[in-house]
Structure formats: structure tokens, C-alpha cells
């Protein structure tokens, strides 16, 4: 099967990937053009509907505008500009001013100042005043424009050098002797190699083996919903149904180990698909409105089968500890996903090969896994500090369980009270903790 590309940038460009890439079979391109940078995240979205596994982008700009906006985790990549776009540039001046050439003097944006200087010394190029500017996201493709307009206006440079087409465009309207930078073959070449790779590991990784363990914690106490034995088999049987279904929509095979365990055997991806990058458990969904039961649901990763069912089983017991229907997930290599849940998910390691933390921490009555699940939260909440409330609130604890783990690592010298804050309304004021 061949890896779906969505090139994103302006059409000349898009048409040039495209081209080259017709030597690499394993890939399949779908072009997504826009006349302005700013066109890119919408079209970034329309590739992703589109199911595109890789978005490439013919530069930097497009690719610094749709990567802060985060709206996939999909890999993306762009085609370089430095080096070789930069000497594409000179030789095309050059061939526009033969004869004697007095020192460049000239205006760049998107390559940095020292990479230019050190590509004209190479070249052993001789230039004058040059001056760069980086491309802030946050700005628009006319703040570019405005920049090499006002120094060519002083006369302080002869010509401009950009990376953006609307800006190239707009700076050759205003008859500003300008140069635009667009990528070489090779740097083409270089990015659709580094794509193949990139997407032959996601592939790997996707395909890696998941198990899914499902229990129904509270089953020996079916006889408080309904004395009936008759009833209670056919809410087995109603949950048995939903179970099938679930691994039927995820090509899943599966195994009922017992009356209240139950066994699926899947892959990465369809689980990353079911659950929208580990946002919800629809199963969970299904059960929690038909079914008075308390389930719990562990997915591990692995490399082995045998990693894999230990990784379940033990996500398992997350699961069963946090409470009534939630679902964790242990990654392949330890990292702790859970409860499947957007607002209260956290992600974390249960262990840690920092030294000096495990030294600090060999006197204290604290696992790492605890000091890693309080870091998440405060990550998080994009917070260096916390209070016992928000620690409760995060992690769905009693405020005594949070006060303790707080106190515990206070006296361990791993975190210090940093000052307190007024709740809303009326109470006592609430310690402010931080790590050191």
C-alpha cells in the first residue's frame, strides 16, 4: 500500500514535488495549493479529512503556521531552504548581472543571518550589507513585505531575497528587484526520503500489538440490581453483545476468559482510530448508559505478545484503582495514558533513571509514579505551582489522599510551600506548593 503525501504550498511548488516524487513508488501525492501561507491550515484540515498520512510542505512558513496550531499528530515535514535554495539564488542573480559586481547588498527573510554570511564566505562571495529577518508566526506574510520594501525605499539595499510567494509577488508589483527561494531537486529528494522513513516506522508502530484486557469489577454484587439469576444473565449477555460489536468495528479477535473478564487482541492504529488519540472509550460510553455494571479496561503495548498482556494487565489495575468505568493505556515503553478522558487525562511515567531523584527519594514514603502524576497535572494546567484542591479535583482523589502526597513530598525536599491563595468564596486559604 502506498504512504498518501499531502504536499501543501503554492501551485509551481506543489507541481515540482509532485514531479520528483514520481521516481519513489511507495508514495501517492494528493497537492493542496494556496495563492497565500495563510490558506495553509485550512488546507492542513482538508488533508487530514482526507486522510493524508503525511503532510509535506514546500517550506518553512506553511509548516511553522499549521505545527503551532497542533490540530493533528500526523507527521509533518517541510523541504529545506538553506544551502542549496540559498546558491539557487545567486547563480540566478549572477546570470541577471553579468559583468564587474560591486559587494551584495541585499535583504533575506526566513534563512538566518549567519547561515547567509557563511554560504557567500564559502562561495568566497563579496557582499556588503545584508540584512535578515525571521519569520514570526504570529505576524502576517505583510509585515515581509514591509520590511524589504522600507530598506530598498532607503536605498539600503539593491535587491530583496524571499521565501514567501505572496510576499515575492506583492514586492514584484511594487517593482522591488526581488528573488524568491524555492527548493532544489535535492532538497526535494531529501524530504521525500525522510518521509518514506518517517512513515515506514509509523506503520511499525501502528501495527504493534495491543491488548485489551475488560473487567467487570463489581460482578459479585449483581444480586443488589437484580435477585433474578434469569435477569442477570441477560445483562451478561447484553454486555457480551456489546463487547462483540466493539471488537467487530475494530477487527479485533477476542476471548471471554471468564463470566466478568473478557480478552481483545488488536493493533496500535485501530485502537488510536476508535478512541480519536486516546480522547474516549466508546465501549465504556456504551456500557456506562445500558448497564448498572463498574468496568474497567486496560490496552498494552508491546513489542511481544507476552509485553503486551503484561502492559494490559497491569493498565488494568489503574483502571480498577481510579474508580467505576475508566479506561488506561500503557505504552510500549511505560509511559501511563489515563483515565481515557479529554478533560482529566494525564500522561506520565511510573518510573524514572534520574539518579539524584531516586536518591532523594530513597528516605521518603513516596513513589515516583506519584511525583510524575503531580508533575502531569501542573503540565497540564501549564501551572509551576498547585494547591491540595486542584491536585483532588485533577486526579480524582479525596482532598485527604491529596493533601498527603503533597505533604509527602514536601518532606521529602521535593517541593516547597511557595505561598497561599483565597478561594472564592469563604474557607480557610489554600497552600501553594511548588517543586524545587
Not at 510567494?165 to 526581488?178: D, G, H, R, W
Given at each position: 500500500?502506498?504512504?498518501?503525501?499531502?504536499?501543501?504550498?503554492?501551485?509551481?511548488?506543489?507541481?515540482?514535488?509532485?514531479?520528483?516524487?514520481?521516481?519513489?513508488?511507495?508514495?501517492?501525492?494528493?497537492?493542496?495549493?494556496?495563492?497565500?501561507?495563510?490558506?495553509?491550515?485550512?488546507?492542513?484540515?482538508?488533508?487530514?479529512?482526507?486522510?493524508?498520512?503525511?503532510?509535506?510542505?514546500?517550506?518553512?512558513?506553511?509548516?511553522?503556521?499549521?505545527?503551532?496550531?497542533?490540530?493533528?499528530?500526523?507527521?509533518?515535514?517541510?523541504?529545506?531552504?538553506?544551502?542549496?535554495?540559498?546558491?539557487?539564488?545567486?547563480?540566478?542573480?549572477?546570470?541577471?548581472?553579468?559583468?564587474?559586481?560591486?559587494?551584495?547588498?541585499?535583504?533575506?527573510?526566513?534563512?538566518?543571518?549567519?547561515?547567509?554570511?557563511?554560504?557567500?564566505?564559502?562561495?568566497?562571495?563579496?557582499?556588503?550589507?545584508?540584512?535578515?529577518?525571521?519569520?514570526?508566526?504570529?505576524?502576517?506574510p505583510a509585515f515581509?513585505?514591509?520590511?524589504?520594501?522600507?530598506?530598498?525605499?532607503?536605498?539600503?539595499?539593491?535587491?530583496?531575497?524571499?521565501?514567501?510567494?505572496?510576499?515575492?509577488?506583492?514586492?514584484?508589483?511594487?517593482?522591488?528587484?526581488?528573488?524568491?527561494?524555492?527548493?532544489?531537486?535535492?532538497?526535494?529528494?531529501?524530504?521525500?526520503?525522510?518521509?518514506?522513513?518517517?512513515?515506514?516506522?509509523?506503520?511499525?508502530?501502528?501495527?504493534?500489538?495491543?491488548?485489551?484486557?475488560?473487567?467487570?469489577?463489581?460482578?459479585?454484587?449483581?444480586?443488589?440490581?437484580?435477585?433474578?439469576?434469569?435477569?442477570?444473565?441477560?445483562?451478561?449477555?447484553?454486555?457480551?453483545?456489546?463487547?462483540?460489536?466493539?471488537?467487530?468495528?475494530?477487527?479485533?479477535?477476542?476471548?471471554?476468559?471468564?463470566?466478568?473478564?473478557?480478552t481483545f487482541y488488536?493493533?496500535?492504529?485501530?485502537?488510536?482510530?476508535?478512541?480519536?488519540?486516546?480522547?474516549?472509550?466508546?465501549?465504556?460510553?456504551?456500557?456506562?448508559?445500558?448497564?448498572?455494571?463498574?468496568?474497567?479496561?486496560?490496552?498494552?503495548?508491546?513489542?511481544?505478545?507476552?509485553?503486551?498482556?503484561?502492559?494490559?494487565?497491569?493498565?488494568?489495575?489503574?483502571?480498577?484503582?481510579?474508580?467505576?468505568?475508566?479506561?488506561?493505556?500503557?505504552?510500549?515503553?511505560?509511559?501511563?495514558?489515563?483515565?481515557?478522558?479529554?478533560?482529566?487525562?494525564?500522561?506520565?511515567?511510573?518510573?524514572?533513571?534520574?539518579?539524584?531523584?531516586?536518591?532523594?527519594?530513597?528516605?521518603?514514603?513516596?513513589?515516583?509514579?506519584?511525583?510524575?502524576?503531580?508533575?502531569?497535572?501542573?503540565?497540564?494546567?501549564?501551572?509551576?505551582?498547585?494547591?491540595?484542591?486542584?491536585?483532588?479535583?485533577?486526579?480524582?482523589?479525596?482532598?485527604?489522599?491529596?493533601r498527603r502526597i503533597?505533604?509527602?513530598?514536601?518532606?521529602?525536599?521535593?517541593?516547597?510551600?511557595?505561598?497561599?491563595?483565597?478561594?472564592?468564596?469563604?474557607?480557610?486559604?489554600?497552600?501553594?506548593?511548588?517543586?524545587?
Open positions: 500500500m502506498k504512504q498518501k503525501i499531502g504536499v501543501i504550498g503554492p501551485i509551481d511548488l506543489t507541481a515540482e514535488i509532485i514531479e520528483v516524487g514520481q521516481k519513489y513508488p511507495q508514495l501517492s501525492f494528493t497537492s493542496y495549493s494556496y495563492e497565500n501561507e495563510q490558506e495553509a491550515l485550512g488546507l492542513a484540515r482538508k488533508a487530514i479529512r482526507n486522510k493524508m498520512e503525511t503532510l509535506l510542505f514546500t517550506g518553512p512558513i506553511p509548516y511553522q503556521i499549521v505545527k503551532q496550531a497542533q490540530i493533528s499528530d500526523i507527521p509533518m515535514r517541510y523541504v529545506s531552504y538553506s544551502g542549496t535554495g540559498f546558491y539557487k539564488v545567486l547563480i540566478e542573480y549572477f546570470k541577471d548581472h553579468s559583468g564587474p559586481h560591486k559587494p551584495l547588498n541585499f535583504s533575506i527573510d526566513t534563512l538566518s543571518y549567519s547561515a547567509v554570511v557563511e554560504s557567500l564566505k564559502e562561495c568566497s562571495i563579496n557582499y556588503g550589507t545584508i540584512y535578515a529577518q525571521d519569520y514570526e508566526v504570529e505576524e502576517q515581509l513585505v514591509d520590511f524589504h520594501l522600507k530598506l530598498y525605499k532607503e536605498n539600503k539595499i539593491d535587491f530583496a531575497i524571499t521565501s514567501l510567494t505572496s510576499a515575492y509577488q506583492k514586492l514584484k508589483e511594487m517593482n522591488v528587484p526581488v528573488y524568491r527561494i524555492t527548493p532544489t531537486q535535492s532538497s526535494i529528494k531529501e524530504a521525500l526520503r525522510f518521509a518514506i522513513l518517517q512513515g515506514d516506522s509509523l506503520r511499525f508502530q501502528k501495527a504493534q500489538l495491543c491488548v485489551g484486557i475488560v473487567e467487570i469489577t463489581n460482578w459479585n454484587q449483581m444480586d443488589q440490581y437484580s435477585p433474578s439469576e434469569y435477569e442477570q444473565q441477560r445483562m451478561l449477555l447484553g454486555f457480551t453483545q456489546q463487547f462483540v460489536d466493539f471488537c467487530e468495528e475494530i477487527k479485533a479477535s477476542m476471548k471471554i476468559e471468564k463470566e466478568n473478564r473478557f488488536t493493533n496500535k492504529g485501530s485502537i488510536e482510530e476508535v478512541t480519536q488519540g486516546y480522547k474516549s472509550m466508546p465501549l465504556l460510553e456504551n456500557i456506562k448508559e445500558k448497564f448498572p455494571f463498574h468496568v474497567g479496561i486496560g490496552l498494552g503495548y508491546g513489542y511481544s505478545a507476552n509485553e503486551a498482556q503484561k502492559n494490559g494487565e497491569e493498565a488494568l489495575k489503574y483502571a480498577v484503582y481510579h474508580g467505576h468505568n475508566q479506561c488506561f493505556v500503557i505504552l510500549e515503553d511505560g509511559k501511563v495514558i489515563g483515565p481515557l478522558d479529554e478533560e482529566r487525562k494525564l500522561e506520565y511515567y511510573p518510573k524514572t533513571e534520574n539518579a539524584e531523584l531516586i536518591a532523594r527519594m530513597q528516605d521518603s514514603n513516596i513513589s515516583i509514579g506519584s511525583i510524575n502524576r503531580v508533575s502531569a497535572v501542573m503540565d497540564k494546567r501549564g501551572r509551576d505551582t498547585i494547591t491540595v484542591n486542584q491536585l483532588a479535583e485533577e486526579l480524582n482523589i479525596t482532598l485527604r489522599s491529596a503533597l505533604s509527602r513530598l514536601v518532606e521529602s525536599n521535593l517541593m516547597e510551600v511557595v505561598g497561599e491563595e483565597q478561594p472564592a468564596g469563604p474557607g480557610r486559604p489554600r497552600q501553594v506548593f511548588k517543586f524545587i
